[in-house]
């Protein structure tokens, strides 16, 4: 019924368990949904390898930058409300950004800025090319500048999202808002924003008007204490062996975190997120419950970037384990435009993101799929997992 051969299905859960087999992964999970049904779902390995936890269906992990497609949803709603408008200053919300400086040269020691030709808009947000960055990149000075700040993997202890923001509105942005792509707090600084515009904190709002209403009642900020057993460890790759070695930031998520991060703060289920995906696959609408109109999740889907130009032309280098060739950038998700370009099967207009930890999850609205792919393994450019498993869902479609 679902189009799929079940032989070729289980390639997938064959391919990946070499991945447990030889450590490169403690443990990991994919669903695959066509038209709403669940044609295949498998797990494998541990979700704590020291304490010999197995993966399960209610595993939760860390999905960090997927919290990114969540947040945008939220402002998203608020711009059905007319509560702004894409072009609009982000100024209007936040004053600290008013006078944004810009990155021309120097080192840490000197850096050399310029004022901003145009203000940062909340399209620039939503597409990442505010000029905002993150400082685990290690590509220059400024990323520098945001680690000697504290912002490298977190926020500093005792700041919350109204006190970062104001920290990142006095550093310079890496290049002239809308003048390229760069991964960064954007969707960070656009939690504030939501913040501002409906007067509840991040948590607050977002449980409120998208969670709660979808029934993921497991996405969180914070992992209950009750249910930190389920939690799955968060790895990194030992660079002599290659093998998963038990990161020590395997106790973020254990705790209500100062700083409430719309772009990586989440925690989640397999089955939460599905709920997502599927209200993105439906049009924005589950259940009877709808956030957002077609044509608005539409805009979203819809490459963004000058041009049309994919992310490889127009972006700085990313934190990923994949090149992006053919794949461009809408409000809060990547946007395929040419998948001969991309060099592994996929359709135009499929629409996803992925995980500092290695998760995934993309949206064909061709092929009526949703795709989702958990394991906790930093950072995500270790393997390339993720055109490894669009080979491998593609190939088991014969209808």
């Not at 104001?166 to 290049?175: D, G, R």
């Not at 956030?291 to 999740?297: I, N, S, Y």
Request: hydrophobic content about 40%.
């Amino acid at each position: 019924m679902s189009g799929f051969d079940p032989a070729r299905l289980e390639r997938i859960g064959e391919h990946f368990e070499r991945y447990v087999d030889d450590g490169r992964l403690p443990g990991w999970l994919v669903v695959i949904a066509r038209d709403g049904e669940v044609a295949y779902r498998a797990m494998s390995g541990r979700r704590d390898l020291e304490a010999d936890l197995p993966v399960e269906r209610d595993t939760l992990w860390r999905i960090y930058s997927m919290t990114k497609p969540i947040t945008s949803v939220a402002a998203m709603m608020l711009w059905e409300e007319g509560r702004f408008e894409l072009k609009d200053p982000i100024a209007r919300f936040l004053p600290e950004f008013s006078d944004p400086r810009v990155f021309s040269g120097g080192a840490m020691a000197k850096i050399v800025t310029e004022p901003a030709r145009e203000p940062i808009r909340m399209w620039h947000l939503l597409t990442q090319t505010s000029g905002l960055t993150y400082g685990f990149h290690h590509h220059g000075a400024v990323d520098e500048l945001y680690r000697a700040e504290g912002f490298e993997w977190g926020t500093p202890p005792g700041m919350d999202l109204a006190a970062c923001c104001e920290a990142w509105s006095q550093m310079p942005l890496l290049f002239q808002p809308g003048s390229e792509w760069n991964y960064g707090v954007s969707t960070d600084v656009l939690g504030r924003v939501i913040e501002v515009i409906s007067g509840q904190s991040l948590d607050e709002f977002l449980a409120a008007r998208v969670l709660g209403p979808l029934g993921m009642v497991e996405t969180t900020f914070c992992a209950a204490e009750a249910d930190h057993g389920r939690l799955a460890a968060l790895y990194t790759p030992d660079p002599e062996t290659g093998r998963a070695t038990r990161s020590p930031m395997s106790e973020a998520a254990t705790r209500q975190p100062d700083c409430l991060s719309g772009g990586g703060g989440l925690v989640s289920s397999a089955d939460d997120y599905a709920r997502f995906t599927g209200m993105l696959r439906r049009g924005g609408e589950l259940d009877g419950v709808r956030l957002l109109g077609p044509r608005t999740l539409r805009l979203m889907a819809s490459n963004q970037l000058p041009g049309h130009v994919d992310l490889e032309a127009f972006g700085r280098p990313l934190f990923a384990e994949t090149t992006f060739d053919g794949v461009g950038f809408g409000l809060g998700f990547s946007v395929v435009e040419d998948p001969i370009a991309a060099r592994y099967p996929s359709s135009p207009g499929e629409f996803g993101w992925g995980g500092a930890a290695s998760t995934a999850f993309w949206v064909d609205p061709v092929e009526r799929l949703e795709v989702l792919f958990f394991t906790q393994l930093l950072p995500s450019s270790t393997y390339p997992i993720r055109s490894q498993l669009h080979q491998l869902v593609h190939q088991a479609l014969v209808d």
